[in-house]
């Protein structure tokens, strides 16, 4: 016997407005056409002002709360995954923590841009495996509208805002019941930094910080990195292409989520795609479009899907769970 995270349920949270290409196209020079060729991406959810990490990512942990048949008593860790938080500090899964009435265990943030998710999803199995936690919630929440440079139509017109949240349970489970988060494998190269990042933090004086990218240099690295992930998941766990049920990839661009999918063999209705109506919701869009997948029926117990993502860092990952 040994200790498992069991995913025992999802859930997700949208910012209520919709900006579709037409409407961002009034103000920036672009047009539905370019974006949606590009990227697949046809809107994204922009937060109003009151819907912050914190709000969002405190709505997306009560829903998977909620879908787990777990309330507050349960949890005794939140991490969270953002590069938008509410403030420097206390870290944003501390006011998840406060609103949602937790009064005991631990919360932190985790920064590993658009790969956040996967970072704090390995994080949560490694302290359940090692008997220090049995329940977590595992938050990714963003507000990228915060930090686009609008001048910039090259980055402004990719990503949107949103949270989903994850709570897992720790289970003793026999070695031979494939249950659960089966194995993550996360990965960082530093000095690939400058490929994707944010000119500025609090730390800097008057710099509060624009998004920057070279959107072909991280395509490149990324169908790569990923690809091998995914190749790592599957050979850590004895598995081929062909065990894979469900691919849930972060939501970056159709382009890459269709290579993915093409290099497991996977038809495209095995492929949860939401960055058509969400774009890139970085941390958020691994545990979003799982959430959605779960909710409308699609993935259900049983199922083998495999998580991969990749962001600013250059960091990336992959994991395999089984439902
Ligand atoms: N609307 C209209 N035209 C545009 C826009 C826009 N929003 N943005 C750029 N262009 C123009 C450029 O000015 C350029 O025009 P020019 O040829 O006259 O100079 C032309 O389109 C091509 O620009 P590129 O930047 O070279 O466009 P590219 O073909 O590389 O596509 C894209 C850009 C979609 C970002 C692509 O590089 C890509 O898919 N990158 C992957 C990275 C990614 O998805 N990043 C998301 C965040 S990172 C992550 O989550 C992993």
New binding site residues.
């Given amino acids: 016997m040994s200790l498992r995270s069991i995913l025992a349920g999802c859930g997700g949270y949208l910012p209520e407005r919709v900006v579709t290409n037409d409407e961002l ?1 009034k103000t ?4 539905d056409e ?2 949606r060729e ?2 697949g991406i046809r809107q994204r959810h922009f937060a109003g002002k009151h819907e912050t990490a914190a709000f969002m990512g405190t709505a997306a942990a009560r829903a998977a709360l909620a879908d787990a048949g777990a309330t507050a008593a349960d949890v005794d860790a939140i991490i969270l995954a953002t590069s938008t938080p509410d403030q420097a500090f206390p870290a944003t899964a501390l006011r998840v923590q406060a609103e949602l009435g937790v009064t005991r265990g631990f919360g932190f943030d985790l920064s590993a ?2 790969a956040g998710f996967i970072y704090a999803l390995s994080v949560a199995d490694g302290m359940i495996r090692a008997g220090q936690v049995r329940g977590a919630l595992v938050i990714g929440s963003e507000v990228y509208s915060r930090i686009l440079n609008w001048q ?8 949107g805002d949103g949270a989903g949240a994850v709570f897992l349970r720790a289970s003793d489970c026999r070695d031979d019941d494939r249950r659960g988060v089966l194995s993550t494998h996360i990965h960082a190269q530093g000095t690939l930094g400058d490929i ?1 990042y944010v000119d500025g933090a609090v730390g800097q004086p008057d710099k509060p910080g624009h ?1 920057v ?4 240099e ?2 490149r690295h ?1 169908v790569t990195r990923l690809a091998e992930a995914v190749e790592e998941a599957l050979a850590a766990n004895g598995m081929t292409h062909a065990d894979v049920d469900w691919l849930v990839p ?4 159709s ?2 989520i269709n290579a993915m999918g093409r290099k497991l063999g996977l038809p495209p209705e095995r492929v949860v795609v939401t960055v058509d109506r969400h774009a ?1 919701t ?1 941390a958020a ?1 691994v545990p979003l479009a799982l959430a959605e997948a779960r909710a409308d029926g699609r993935i259900g117990a049983g199922d083998l899907v495999l998580l991969e ?4 860092g250059l960091t990336w990952g992959s994991a395999l769970v089984r439902l």
């Fill in positions: 196209s920036i020079d672009t047009s370019w974006i590009r990227t841009a658009c910039d139509r090259g980055t402004c017109v990719l990503f994707l998004l990218m070279n959107g072909r991280v395509f990324a972060h939501q970056a661009n382009r890459i890139n970085s869009s993502a990749l962001g600013g």
